[in-house]
C-alpha cells in the first residue's frame, strides 16, 4: 500500500515537473515571440520600380548586390501561388516547429546512406534559414545549424511573416529573387494577378532555376515545365479546378527575361535614382511624373531629325517637355542617344551648365515692363552704342534703327536688350537670375551686361522653370519629377501684366518655314531662340498648350559649328515636336488664366510709340499697365508753320493767307543715319531762323554718349597732353550746332554729327555741358587723373 502511495506521489511531482516545464517553455517561447524583433526584411536590398504618371512600367532597377528584389506583402501574393508553394514545398509548414524530423532523416538516409541522389528534406523555415544567413548546409554541421537557426525563426516571428519573408528571398533563376520580381520581370505584372500556370511556374522555379529556362527566348525548358505539370496534377487532388484551367496548362508559356525589360528615359531615372540617394526610401515603387507616350513621341522625333540632318554636322540633341499645370517632366531627352558612346550619350544634355544666348532676353523685356523701362511698342534704337566699356554688336551685324520692342525681342536685336537691361534696378537681370534659383553663377561684376547675350551659363531645366513662370503669369514654382511629390508655394518673380504681355510679345515670333507640319495649330506658341557664342550652342524655347519645350543642339565637348543657329537648327526641331503633340493629341488646349487686372490698351503713335496726337500718320494700340508703362506724347509728327512763298518756317506773329502749316518727321541724327545708310532717308525739317523769344523750340535736347556719365579718365602725363577725351552728342534732328562747355568754359562747337577732342592739363572733377543751337542741353560728372 505504502509503495502504491509512494509511486502515486512521484507519479503526481512528475506531471507537476511537466506541466510547470510546459509552462516554463510557453513563457520562453511567449518572451521570443513577444520580445520585439527586427523585421525579417531589414538588411535585404531592393529594387525601386519606376512608373509613369499613368502606370506604365518604366523601369526595375538593381538592388545593391546587382539583384532584381522586391519585397511584397503576403496579402498582396495570389492565394494560388501560396498553395501551390506550400504544396510543393512543405504541406506541414502550419505544424512543424520549423523543421520536420521524418524528412530530415529520410533526406540523410537517402544522401549519406543509401548513396542516392542527395536530398535535403528542408522545411520553408529551414530554406529561410539558410538564404538569411547563408549557410553552407551540404554537410551534417551545416544542417544542424540550419536547424538551429530555423527554431531561431519560428521562435522569434510567426507563420505569416516566415512564410511571407520566403516568398521575398527565394531565387526565381537569373539574378532575380522575391516573388515581386519574378512576377513583373517574368510576367509584366503584380504577385496578386498571376494566373495559375504562372503561379505553379514560379512555385516549383526556386528548385534550380538556373537550369529551367530559356535565356534567350524565355520559354519554359522541358524539366520546368514537367516539373510544373507534376505540381498540377498534385493540386487537382487537393483543390477543385474546371476545364479552363487545363486548357491553359496546354498553351505555351514564356517568361520574359531581364533584358527585355522596359528602359524607358533613362536619363530622367538615373537623375531620380542620385535625387533619391539622400533619403532613406521605405517603399520600392515610384511612381513619376513622366508621360511615356509623350517620352517616345520626343524621342522619334530627335532620332528622324538626327538622322536627316547628320550630313550637315548635327549628331546629338536633348530635349525638356514640363506641364505647366503641376510643372511635371512629361519628358525628358537628354541626348540623341544613350548608348552612343561617340556623343557621350549618357551624359543628361538637360542638367548640364550651357550659355543660352539669347533664349533669356524674354525675361530681361519682362523685368523691363516691369520696372517701366518699355511696353511693347516702345521705339528701341538699334543703332552703333556703347555702354560703358562694353559694345555689343548685332548677331547679323547690322543695324535696324528704330524698332518696337516686340520686334525687337522676336527679331533678336542685341543693342535694344543690352540698353534694356541697363536700365534695370532692383532687381537687376544677375539678381532677377539669382531669385529663379539659377545655380553656380559667378558675381555680377563678373558678366556685366555681357549676361544679357547669354555670358553666364544656365541649364535645360532651370530654363524650362523660366519659360514656365511667364505661363504661370509671374509665379515660380520648381519642377517636379514624382508624381506625389507635395507641390511646394510658388514664389512671385513677376506680375501678372508683365507676364502676359511678354507671352503675348512672344506669340508674334513667326515660325520657320522648314519644318514638317502639314496643317499649322491653331494652338498659339510663345517661343525664342538662342545662339551661344562660337556656335556651341542651338537652342529654342517657348510654351504651347499646357506644356514648355526647351530644345538643345550642339555637342558635349563644346564644338563649335556654324550650322548650330537657333532659328536654323533647334527650331525646326522644336516645331516638329509641337506639330507632332498637336496631331497625336488634337484635344490640347492651353490652361484658362483670368485676365489681369490692371492691363489696359492705348492708343499710340507707331512711329514713336509714345501718345498719338493729331499729328501722327499711322496709329495703333499697346498693351499698357498704369503706374508702370512709360508713356509720353508724340514728338516725331510735329507741325511746321511755312511761308507760302519762300517755303521757309515763318515767324510770329502769322499771317494766316500767307502762312500754311505742314508735318515734318523729326529724328534724332543717330537714326536718320541708319536710315540714310538703309536707302532710306528721310526728308530733313527745315531750318527755323525766328529768334528764340518768338519761336517754338520744342523738342528733344542732346543726349552725350561720350564723356561717358561718372567715370573716371585716367590720362598719362608722359604723353604731353596727346591723351585726348572725345566728346560726342546725339541731337534731334532739327539741331546743327553742338556747343561744348567745360565748367562753364566754352570749348568749341561741333557739328550735330561729328565730335570734339579735349586734353585736359589737370586732376579734378568737372562738369561736361552739351548745348544745342535750339538752346537745348544735357550735362553730366567726370574724373580726371593723370599718372605718370
Known amino acids: 500500500m505504502n509503495n502504491l502511495h509512494t509511486v502515486a506521489n512521484a507519479v503526481k511531482r512528475l ?225 477543385t479546378t474546371d476545364g479552363s484551367q487545363n486548357a491553359l496548362f496546354r498553351l505555351p508559356l514564356a517568361l520574359r527575361q531581364p533584358e527585355q525589360m522596359p528602359y524607358i528615359a533613362p536619363h530622367f531615372i538615373e537623375q531620380l535614382r542620385r535625387q533619391n540617394r539622400q533619403y532613406i526610401r521605405t517603399d520600392t515603387r515610384i511612381d513619376t511624373t513622366l508621360d511615356a507616350g509623350l517620352q517616345r513621341l520626343v524621342e522619334r522625333q530627335v532620332n528622324a531629325f538626327i538622322l536627316r540632318n547628320e550630313s550637315r554636322g548635327i549628331h546629338n540633341a536633348a530635349v525638356l517637355l514640363v506641364d505647366t499645370r503641376d510643372m511635371g517632366i512629361r519628358a525628358l531627352v537628354g541626348s540623341a542617344d544613350y548608348y552612343n558612346r561617340v556623343i557621350q550619350g549618357q551624359v543628361n544634355g538637360t542638367t548640364a551648365k550651357r550659355s543660352p544666348g539669347s533664349a533669356l532676353k524674354p525675361f530681361i523685356y519682362a523685368l523691363g515692363m516691369e520696372q517701366g523701362v518699355l511696353h511693347p511698342m516702345t521705339i528701341l534704337k538699334d543703332v552703333p552704342s556703347a555702354f560703358g566699356a562694353y559694345a555689343p554688336e548685332n548677331f547679323d551685324r547690322r543695324f535696324l534703327g528704330p524698332v518696337t520692342g516686340t520686334d525687337a525681342l522676336n527679331f533678336s536685336r542685341n543693342i535694344p536688350a543690352v540698353y534694356i537691361a541697363s536700365k534695370l534696378r532692383q532687381p537687376t537681370f544677375y539678381q532677377f537670375l539669382r531669385l529663379a534659383g539659377i545655380a553656380d553663377m559667378s558675381s555680377e561684376n563678373h558678366y556685366g551686361l555681357s549676361l544679357v547675350l547669354g555670358g553666364g551659363e544656365v541649364t535645360m531645366q532651370e530654363l524650362a522653370k523660366l519659360y514656365a513662370l511667364l505661363a504661370n503669369r509671374g509665379e515660380l514654382q520648381p519642377l517636379r519629377m ?128 509714345d501718345l498719338s496726337t493729331t499729328w ?79 519761336a517754338d523750340v520744342s523738342g528733344n535736347p542732346p543726349r552725350i554718349t561720350s564723356p561717358m556719365l561718372n567715370t573716371t579718365y585716367t590720362l598719362r602725363q608722359s604723353q604731353q597732353g596727346n591723351d585726348r577725351i572725345s566728346f560726342n552728342a546725339v541731337t534731334d534732328a532739327d539741331s546743327k550746332t553742338v556747343y561744348w562747355f567745360v565748367d562753364e568754359i566754352y570749348l568749341g562747337s561741333s557739328a550735330s554729327k561729328s565730335a570734339i577732342d579735349w586734353r585736359p592739363v589737370n586732376n579734378g572733377r568737372y562738369r561736361i555741358r552739351a548745348v544745342d543751337d535750339r538752346g537745348r542741353a544735357d550735362s553730366r560728372w567726370i574724373n580726371i587723373e593723370i599718372v605718370n
Open 15 to 239: 506531471l507537476q515537473n511537466i506541466a510547470m516545464a510546459v509552462f516554463l517553455l510557453a513563457l520562453i517561447v511567449l518572451a521570443c515571440r513577444l520580445y520585439p524583433h527586427p523585421p525579417l526584411s531589414r538588411g535585404l536590398p531592393f529594387s525601386s520600380v519606376y512608373y509613369d504618371r499613368q502606370g506604365t512600367l518604366m523601369r526595375i532597377t538593381l538592388a545593391n548586390d546587382d539583384r532584381y528584389r522586391l519585397w511584397t506583402p503576403l496579402e498582396q501574393v495570389s492565394p494560388w501561388m501560396v498553395q501551390g508553394l506550400l504544396l510543393h514545398e512543405d504541406r506541414w509548414f502550419y505544424y512543424n516547429p520549423g523543421f520536420n524530423p521524418l524528412s530530415l532523416i529520410r533526406g540523410f538516409w537517402r544522401s549519406y546512406v543509401a548513396g542516392g541522389t542527395r536530398q535535403g528534406g528542408s522545411t520553408i523555415t529551414m530554406q529561410l534559414a539558410r538564404m538569411r544567413w547563408h549557410l553552407n548546409t551540404r554537410t551534417p554541421s551545416g544542417k544542424i545549424m540550419q536547424v538551429l537557426r530555423a527554431v531561431q525563426l519560428e521562435l522569434a516571428y510567426s507563420k505569416h511573416d516566415i512564410l511571407e519573408a520566403y516568398l521575398n528571398y527565394a531565387p526565381y533563376g537569373r539574378n532575380i529573387e522575391s516573388i515581386g520580381a519574378a512576377s513583373l520581370i517574368y510576367f509584366n505584372k503584380a504577385p496578386n494577378d498571376l494566373t495559375l500556370p504562372e503561379a505553379l511556374t514560379l512555385a516549383v522555379l526556386p528548385q534550380s532555376p538556373s537550369y529551367r529556362i530559356d535565356v534567350k527566348t524565355g520559354v519554359l525548358g522541358a524539366g520546368l515545365a514537367q516539373a510544373r505539370n507534376r505540381l498540377f496534377q498534385r493540386w487537382q487532388t487537393y483543390y
Open 616 to 694: 501722327c500718320q499711322q496709329k495703333g494700340t499697346t498693351w499698357f499697365i498704369p503706374g508702370k508703362s512709360p508713356i509720353k506724347v508724340d514728338t516725331v509728327y510735329r507741325p511746321v508753320r511755312l511761308d507760302k512763298l519762300t517755303g521757309e518756317v515763318a515767324c510770329r506773329p502769322y499771317n494766316e493767307d500767307q502762312t500754311r502749316t505742314e508735318v515734318f518727321e523729326f529724328w534724332p541724327s543717330d537714326l536718320a543715319n541708319v536710315f540714310a545708310q538703309a536707302g532710306l532717308p528721310k526728308r530733313k525739317p527745315p531750318v527755323n531762323h525766328c529768334k528764340d523769344d518768338v
Open 482 to 609: 514624382q508624381k506625389n511629390d507635395p507641390a511646394p508655394k510658388p514664389t512671385r518673380l513677376l506680375s501678372e501684366e508683365a507676364s502676359f504681355i511678354t507671352l503675348d510679345m512672344l506669340r508674334q515670333h513667326r515660325r520657320p518655314g522648314d519644318t514638317l507640319a502639314q496643317r499649322l495649330s491653331t494652338l498659339p506658341v510663345y517661343w525664342k531662340t538662342g545662339t551661344s557664342w562660337g556656335f556651341r550652342d542651338a537652342w529654342s524655347a517657348g510654351i504651347f498648350g499646357p506644356y514648355v519645350l526647351v530644345v538643345w543642339e550642339g555637342n558635349f565637348d563644346s564644338k563649335g559649328n556654324n550650322v548650330f543657329v537657333g532659328a536654323d537648327a533647334a527650331a525646326p526641331l522644336f516645331f516638329n515636336i509641337i506639330d507632332s503633340i498637336n496631331a497625336s493629341y488634337p484635344a490640347l488646349q492651353e490652361p484658362k488664366q483670368p485676365f489681369p487686372k490692371q492691363l489696359k490698351r492705348v492708343e499710340i503713335c507707331l512711329a514713336s510709340g
